[in-house]
């Protein structure tokens, strides 16, 4: 969608091999009723109308894009923040991504489903209760990363779900098997769950940083494969299944919530 707006309403400032580059459009672009009508008929559905939407009121009264730009980077975190959610379609979450990675805002935490599921299990259980993330949630998550981490807190929150990352690729070069060669480093794919089952493979966890994960996996994995000691039973049953039965064979493995 974005190159779509790019070549549709920017201005070329580049051709590489044959191809030509453009930049993103004007705001001023993006605000006539034809913009939206051009968009709809190009597959950006309900955006459409959120995009013209914001177009205009960036443009404001003075029909300068570029004052509002410049009130916004002037504007503390929480006004900054305050102002986006103006925008049609944006919400807290949005809002805090362009808090942090455009306007300068390390304390701006960005609460997904990911997060919350962090922050409910090692941080703030009482919060458990709650099984969506609601603006009252969204508020009480940020502020602890906050008060937790200070004005850099939404950086750290970004170095939690890289080390989620940073535990699949060690299973993966631990218990996986060699699948490809790229530029001399050697990928490896995601471990069979029979080669996670053992006490064994939860003594590597626990001394590698898993923590109290490496007894979940090692628990689940055991459950996976069963009495048939096959993994791929317990597969194709929930593959099999309709969503209730689903949901609910999962949340039997250890550490798997709603």
Same mark, same amino acid.
């Given at each position: 969608m974005?190159?779509?707006?790019? %070549? ?11 191809v030509?580059?453009h930049?993103?459009? !004007?705001?001023?672009? %993006? ?7 051009? /968009? ?7 955006r #459409?109308?959120y995009i013209?939407a914001?177009?205009?009121?960036i /443009? ?5 894009e570029?004052s509002?730009?410049?009130? !916004? ?11 986006l ?5 944006? +919400?807290?979450?949005v #809002?805090d991504?362009?808090?942090l990675?455009?306007?300068?805002h !390390?304390?701006?935490?960005p609460?997904?489903?990911?997060v *919350?599921?962090i ?6 259980p ?6 969506t ?6 508020n009480?998550?940020?502020?602890f990363?906050?008060? %937790?981490?200070?004005d850099?807190a939404g950086?750290?929150?970004? !170095? ?6 940073? /535990? ?11 699948i490809?060669?790229?530029? +001399? ?6 471990p069979?769950?029979s #080669?996670?089952k *053992? ?6 966890m626990r ?8 007894k979940y996996i090692?628990?689940?994995?055991? /459950?996976?494969?069963g ?20 949901? #609910?064979? %999962?949340?039997k493995?250890?550490?798997? +919530?709603?």
């Amino acid at each position: 969608m974005v190159e779509k707006l790019c %070549l549709k309403f920017g201005s070329p400032i580049a051709e590489v091999d044959g191809v030509t580059y453009h930049d993103f459009p !004007l705001v001023s672009a %993006l605000k006539h009723e034809s913009s939206e009508h051009w /968009m709809r008929e190009n597959g950006f559905g309900y955006r #459409a109308k959120y995009i013209r939407a914001s177009a205009d009121m960036i /443009m404001g009264a003075e029909n300068n894009e570029n004052s509002w730009l410049d009130n !916004l980077l002037a504007m503390d975190y929480d006004n900054a923040k305050a102002e986006l959610m103006k925008l049609t379609g944006i +919400g807290a979450k949005v #809002a805090d991504c362009i808090c942090l990675m455009s306007l300068g805002h !390390l304390c701006a935490v960005p609460v997904d489903t990911h997060v *919350h599921q962090i922050a409910v299990r090692i941080y703030t259980p009482h919060l458990s209760k709650y099984k969506t993330v609601t603006p009252a949630v969204y508020n009480e998550i940020g502020g602890f990363f906050r008060n %937790l981490y200070g004005d850099k807190a939404g950086w750290a929150h970004t !170095l939690m779900l890289e080390r989620i990352s940073s /535990m699949v690729e060690k299973l993966c070069l631990k218990f996986g098997s060699p699948i490809a060669e790229v530029d +001399g480093v050697t990928y490896h794919d995601f471990p069979l769950v029979s #080669a996670l089952k *053992h006490e064994s493979s939860e003594h590597w966890m626990r001394e590698n940083g898993f923590g109290y994960r490496a007894k979940y996996i090692r628990a689940s994995a055991d /459950m996976i494969m069963g009495a048939e000691n096959n993994e791929n039973s317990w597969l194709d049953n929930l593959l099999a299944m309709d969503y209730d039965n689903a949901k #609910a064979e %999962l949340m039997k493995l250890t550490g798997i +919530g709603a």
